[in-house]
């Protein structure tokens, strides 16, 4: 067994490194960006690096001490997660209280005890306040981990306590080089790495799991039949939506801002290569009844709900409702599907 291959994000690697070798990590780091773009990796690697027992700083994690073969088959007792509940999909308090008690715990054969929290952006607000306590006055040996779609959805008491890890699309050509590592061709390849916009965890589960793509398809096209429809439909459709919980609803809204800024860029007559090129017909269609500003408008709005709505208090419904009545209506399309 090995760890998986770490793409991208040459940056935070290296500071997490120097960080290691000068033996000056932080008790805590948010580690913030869209879905599957490498949030997760990037956190079992660091907490391997802690945990391993390589004599030399610079080789861990090794991959082959007695501590990497605990992480690498999943039985490392000093390495705890907080998932979200399956029902709901948000982190409770009960399961962070319980992981908090854990964690102060002395390791068992490890320097450090390492928590990883996923998706803590769908942390219920008082799940948050839980933490509290222990980033307030930390134990010497506790690392934790927090995972975020964005740091705005995590409590600013949260976030001024831990070190931010803000993570970055990938380029183009490091997601194709992924997938061809992975047993894809090189047409393959380009078509997944240009559709996935970055996210290189969605890229290879696409890959591999070709009910993705249809997924996406019926969400860009509920986004072109939201264009074509009228105010009544897109009510509908808000009502649709605001049924997910946040962390599915800002997948979806990820996937339509994809295709919003390659109808802005085509409006603009950018230079830039749209990610959607599958969708290339019905762009060009559609770019030829929406002005340049509408587009930039509806991507805006929607970015702006991402950033700025999403994990406020406001009513999602509501707020869904106000930003799709910006989207662009542009008369005489025949949307197809």
């Known amino acids: 067994m090995s760890y998986p291959t770490l793409y991208g994000h040459e940056t935070m690697v290296e500071f997490l ?49 007695s501590s990497c073969r605990l992480l690498l088959g999943g039985n490392h007792p000093d390495l705890l997660t907080a998932r979200p509940d399956e029902k709901t999909g948000a982190i409770k308090i009960d399961s962070v209280r319980e992981l908090m008690r854990s964690i102060a715990l002395k390791p068992y054969n490890s ?38 779609s964005s740091p705005k959805a995590v409590l600013s008491t949260i976030n001024s306590r831990c070190q931010s890890l803000p993570l970055r699309p ?69 009502e649709e939506l605001a049924r997910y919980d946040k962390v599915e609803l800002r997948l979806i809204l990820e996937i339509w801002q994809t295709y919003l800024r390659d109808l802005a860029l085509l409006a603009h007559r950018g230079p830039v290569i749209p990610c959607n090129l599958d969708r290339m017909p019905i762009l060009e269609e559609l770019v030829q009844h929406i002005s340049p500003d509408a587009a930039l ?41």
């Open 170 to 238: 990938l380029p183009l050509n490091t997601v194709k080089r992924a997938l061809i590592d992975s047993g894809a061709d090189e047409q393959q390849a380009t078509l997944l790495a240009q559709l996935s916009a970055g996210r290189i965890g969605w890229a290879l589960d696409a890959l591999h799991q070709p009910q993705l793509l249809e997924h996406r398809t019926q969400i860009l096209g509920a986004l072109e039949g939201t264009l074509k429809g009228r105010l009544g439909e897109r009510f509908q459709l808000a």
């Open 111 to 148: 320097p450090y005890r390492v928590a990883i929290l996923e998706h803590f952006d769908n942390a219920q607000d008082r799940a948050q306040d839980a933490l509290l306590k222990t980033l307030e006055e930390p134990p010497p040996h506790v690392v934790l981990l927090l995972l975020a």
């Open 297 to 337: 408008k509806a991507l805006s709005v929607t970015h702006y709900f991402l950033e700025n709505t999403l994990y406020t208090n406001a009513n999602v419904r509501l707020a869904l409702e106000v930003m799709l009545m910006d989207y662009p209506n542009p008369s005489g399309v025949r949307v197809r599907h």
């Open 17 to 65: 490194r120097k960080r290691l070798v000068n033996q000056r990590h932080r008790h805590a780091y948010l580690i913030s960006g869209v879905p599957q773009i490498g949030k997760t990796t990037l956190a079992h690697r660091f907490a391997a690096a802690l945990q391993c027992e390589h004599d030399d700083i610079e080789a861990r994690p090794c991959g082959v001490c």
